[in-house]
């Protein structure tokens, strides 16, 4: 079957660095998509990975890494308003998105 | 953020009720989406309509009935649910030129929905 997995939960510290894994085993691959969502609204576009490599932009970067089935969401000088769940999405061969349940980070002052 | 709109916000129905939820996107997309999110749980894809064609319908139990009258417009159609219905329901649309999962979705802030 496919899979996406990622952290349920992870604890920063504001103005830290906090790194969120996803791992996906998916019957092909055409992208992954990283997303932010904030408690009771919808979720927003961050990133979007189809080559291996890290992407910048701004504080946030996403990595991917095809051949080991493995991306991370790298978030730098953490803000209290990024407390949000990050939703980790993979496209397969049918360009079907299979979601991760998502990583609620929770920033501490 | 007014580029997907989806109301009401907030639902409560008996299991004998019928109500429907509706989506409008302000973004000139050819495809919209229906969601279901679970705590805890990825989001399960229900219903995708490109071009107003229903083009998905991930095994969705009939109580739920979509509708699509134009690219604009999206809804719902909610009849003689079950608690376990009870979830966020999210509207999203996207482009519609590659295929459905391939693009940047737009979520509208989704229905709160609870079935008593």
């Known amino acids: 079957g496919q899979n996406i997995d990622q952290p349920t939960e992870m604890t920063a510290t504001e103005g830290a660095i906090v790194q969120i894994n996803c791992t996906y085993q998916?019957?092909?691959?055409?992208?992954l998509f990283w997303y932010q969502q904030h408690a009771g609204e919808a979720p927003t576009f961050l990133s979007y990975?189809?080559l291996d490599g890290l992407e910048e932009k701004g504080r946030f970067s996403s990595f991917l890494s095809r051949s080991k089935g493995y991306s991370y969401l790298l978030l730098k000088e953490l803000q209290m308003k990024d407390s949000a769940s990050y939703l980790c999405a993979v496209v397969d061969s049918n360009y079907q998105l299979i979601w991760g349940a998502g990583t609620k980070l929770i920033i501490k002052p | 953020e007014t580029g997907v709109t989806q109301t009401p916000r907030h639902l409560v129905m008996g299991m004998t009720n019928k109500k429907s939820l509706k989506c409008e996107q302000h973004?000139?997309?050819?495809?919209m989406y229906w969601y279901k999110q679970s705590a805890k749980k990825p989001l399960e894809l229900m219903f995708v309509y490109n071009f107003k064609e229903q083009t998905e319908n991930n095994s969705v139990p009939s109580r739920f009935s979509p509708e699509c009258p134009n690219s604009s417009h999206l809804f719902l159609h909610l009849h003689t649910l079950q608690p376990e219905d009870s979830a966020l329901y999210l509207c999203a649309s996207s482009q519609g030129v590659r295929g459905a999962g391939g693009e940047t979705q737009y979520f509208g802030p989704g229905t709160r929905l609870l079935v008593l």
């Open positions: 998916t019957s092909g691959f055409n992208g």
């Open positions: 990975n189809v």
């Open positions: 973004l000139g997309h050819n495809a």
